[in-house]
C-alpha cells in the first residue's frame, strides 16, 4: 500500500503534485473560540465590573479544565481588552510536568510581571522595591523564594526572614499570604489594570 502512494506521487504523467495527495490540516486557530460564548460573556462582564470608575473592584479569574479544551485560548480572548487599555496581562499555568511545585502557575505568572518592571526601568524597580522593603522588611525574601524573578526587581542581598521554631505552619502561611497581598497591591498600582 505504501509503495502504491509513493508511485502515485511520483508519477508525472497525470500532472499531479504531491501537494493533490496530501490531507489538508485543520487550523482551529483562524476560526476563533467555538461554543465559548457563555464564557467569552463572564469574562467581559468581570472586565466591565473592573473597569467601573466609580467602584475599582478586583478580581482574580481562574480558567480550569480538561486539557486541549481552549482554557489559553479563552484566557487570550482577555487578553485583547487589557492591551487597548494598556494594561498587563499575565499568565501561568499548572501543568503535569510541575506539578510537584504548588505554586508553579503564580510564579510564572508574576514572574512575568516582573520581567514587565525590569524592562520599564530602574526608576520603577527601586520604587517598588522601596514599598515592599518598607511594609515587608526581611519577610520580601518569602516571596524571592515563590517569585524567583522578583530578585531581579529588588536588591538581591535580600536576608532570609528568621523564624522561631516554634512557629506554627498557620503563622508562616498567614505571613506569606500577607506578603503576597501586599505584593500584588504594589504592583497593581504600578500595571493598573493587572
Same mark, same amino acid.
Given at each position: 500500500?505504501? &509503495?502504491?502512494?509513493?508511485? !502515485? /506521487? ?35 462582564? =468581570? ?10 473592584? &478586583? ?6 479544565? @480538561? ?5 489559553? /485560548? ?22 503535569? @510536568? ?15 510581571? =516582573?520581567?514587565? /518592571?525590569?524592562?520599564?526601568? !530602574?526608576?520603577? =524597580? &527601586? ?6 522593603? !518598607? ?5 520580601? @525574601? ?18 532570609? !526572614? ?5 512557629? /506554627? ?8 499570604? @500577607? ?16
Amino acid at each position: 500500500m505504501i &509503495k502504491s502512494i509513493t508511485d !502515485a /506521487t511520483n508519477s508525472s504523467k497525470d500532472n499531479k503534485n504531491t501537494r493533490d495527495w496530501t490531507i489538508n490540516k485543520l487550523r482551529f486557530n483562524a476560526v476563533g473560540l467555538l461554543g465559548r460564548n457563555n464564557e467569552i460573556d463572564t469574562l467581559h462582564a =468581570c472586565w466591565n465590573r473592573m473597569m467601573q470608575p466609580e467602584q475599582q473592584t &478586583k478580581e482574580v479569574v481562574m480558567i480550569s479544565g @480538561y486539557s486541549g479544551t481552549g482554557k489559553t /485560548t479563552l484566557a487570550f480572548e482577555l487578553k485583547k481588552k487589557i492591551k487597548e487599555e494598556r494594561g498587563a496581562f499575565v499568565t501561568g499555568k499548572f501543568d503535569q @510536568y510541575n506539578s510537584g511545585e504548588p505554586l508553579s502557575a503564580i510564579s510564572q505568572a508574576f514572574g512575568e510581571l =516582573c520581567r514587565m /518592571t525590569v524592562k520599564k526601568g !530602574a526608576t520603577l =524597580c &527601586k520604587e517598588i522595591e522601596d514599598v515592599l522593603r !518598607a511594609e515587608l522588611k526581611s519577610e520580601v @525574601y518569602l516571596l524571592s523564594q515563590i517569585i524567583p524573578d522578583l530578585k531581579k526587581v529588588i536588591n538581591q542581598d535580600t536576608e532570609h !526572614a528568621k523564624t522561631s521554631d516554634d512557629t /506554627t505552619s498557620d503563622a508562616r502561611q498567614a505571613q506569606f499570604n @500577607y506578603a503576597f497581598r501586599v505584593f500584588v497591591r504594589t504592583m497593581s498600582s504600578h500595571f493598573s489594570p493587572l
